[in-house]
């Protein structure tokens, strides 16, 4: 089978691994998409007030895409690296378990880039955690660092680099369509905060 198809394969399947869902479900807290954003990451996962699992479902995200990079960079190169790491973003928001309704794929891209391109998943981690800090909106966050990340990768790396950069971007302000709505009307829930509909 060809290198960059099997990257697809594998970093597709391994994204689509719903660690949010499955802790919490394990967890006892029921179905982790019935309640707050109906989301499966890291961030939905805080509103069940368990903390412990919501940095767990962060780093399992994270390491799920930065696994599937990491195996395919050493196995085929870096080609297959980046591609096996964008598919693990795809598999995280579209995942075939779930009816193609998964996450907003922020862990998962952070976690391919610090492997694809270590300085821009620097960046963009730094980025995340300023605005965070600042603003207290975790969906702004994101936005802000994926906004940023393309030109960081073409100041710091290479045009491959960049243009993943920028497809994890575009993907991710796809992701974010209801939220950066709610940011314009100032509806958006800060960290920490309860529920909020769909």
């Not at 691994?17 to 179905?31: E, I, N, S, Y």
């Not at 080609?79 to 996450?103: C, D, E, Q, S, Y």
């Not at 073409?154 to 575009?170: F, N, P, Q, V």
């Not at 960290?191 to 769909?198: P, S």
Request: hydrophobic content about 55%.
């Amino acid at each position: 089978m060809d290198p960059l198809a099997l990257a697809v394969l594998f970093g597709y399947l391994a994204g689509s691994v719903p660690f949010g869902l499955v802790l919490t479900k394990m967890a006892g807290l029921g179905d982790i998409r019935q309640i707050g954003s109906g989301n499966i990451g890291a961030t939905n996962v805080l509103r069940t007030g368990n903390k412990g699992l919501a940095v767990l479902t962060l780093l399992l995200d994270s390491c799920k895409g930065a696994a599937a990079a990491l195996i395919f960079g050493i196995w085929a190169g870096e080609a297959a690296a980046m591609t096996a790491g964008f598919a693990a973003v795809l598999g995280h928001n579209f995942p075939i378990w779930l009816r193609f309704k998964g996450g907003k794929g922020v862990a998962t891209s952070f976690g391919v880039l610090l492997v694809a391109a270590w300085p821009v998943g620097v960046a963009a981690c730094l980025t995340w955690l300023a605005t965070a800090a600042i603003f207290r909106i975790s969906s702004l966050a994101a936005l802000v660092a994926f906004g940023f990340s393309p030109f960081v990768a073409l100041a710091m790396t290479g045009k491959e680099e960049a243009l993943l950069a920028l497809g994890l971007a575009l993907l991710g302000f796809v992701r974010h369509r209801a939220n950066i709505v709610r940011l314009f009307k100032g509806q958006e829930p800060k960290i920490g905060a309860g529920k909020i509909n769909k």
